[in-house]
């Protein structure tokens, strides 16, 4: 439990460094408000941990909630990451979000993944999305990855590892170390299919060689995983 609080101050001191100057064109002059650091009568895990909100965002109009993940890497991924399962069987980040828009809770207006070099003091790329058009579209692509999943079942005769695959429209990863899946979704396939990303990339300070798709590295906690079946649509 430290180490998770630990991450999340060193990913909220990130967003606050790193990724908000490059927000700022989209969501204006924003006051920002970390909820590692805020107070509501004692309750700002319940914020986190059931809503997904990382961080508040005041403006002229109001306040709105946003879900950040900054992670330092050796050189960029450019994909969201939503985890889908846990082995205990708890309530994931995907299926809460879900439920969230479905039944009017409260849920992060914006989900923002950014990937900054590994000492912290550049960013390589950062895109925003509503957060409700990234979890619609994680849900269609699962209805439609599951249909194909059944029709390879229904060839080969044997249930395969639906853990790890990947199609033209996301991934779905499965974590080694903690029997954890996720799913990955790339930012140039969410815009091919019609979604609006605000995407910003440092070409001074990426790495030449970003998109290394022989590995699947989209998290530190998904360190040599890669997909088992390739499905088409």
Not at 104 to 130: C, F, H, N
């Amino acid at each position: 439990m430290r180490k998770w609080r630990a991450d999340a101050q060193k990913s909220a001191e990130d967003f606050m460094t790193l990724v908000l100057p490059h927000i700022r064109p989209l969501l204006g002059e924003i006051k920002v408000i970390p909820i590692e650091g805020a107070i509501f009568n004692g309750t700002p895990d319940a914020f986190d941990t059931l809503a997904g909100v990382d961080l508040w965002a005041i403006d002229q109009h109001g306040i709105f909630g946003l879900a950040s993940r900054v992670q330092p890497c050796n050189k960029p991924f450019d994909t969201f990451t939503v985890r889908r399962s846990r082995t205990s069987g708890t309530a994931t980040e995907y299926g809460k979000r879900l439920k969230a828009i479905e039944s009017g809770y409260v849920y992060p207006e914006w989900t923002i993944q950014a990937y900054v070099s590994q000492d912290r003091k550049q960013l390589y790329s950062m895109a925003a999305v509503k957060t409700k058009d990234l979890i619609l579209y994680i849900m269609e692509s699962l209805e439609s990855m599951k249909q194909k999943h059944q029709e390879l079942i229904d060839v080969s005769g044997h249930e395969l590892p639906f853990s790890n695959v990947k199609s033209n429209k996301m991934a779905i990863l499965y974590n080694n170390a903690d029997g954890a899946s996720f799913f990955a979704v790339e930012w140039d396939k969410l815009t091919a299919h019609g979604v609006d990303l605000y995407v910003r990339q440092n070409t001074i300070a990426q790495p030449t060689d970003t998109r290394d798709k022989a590995l699947v590295k989209f998290v530190s906690e998904l360190q040599d995983v890669k997909p088992s079946l390739r499905l088409r649509d």
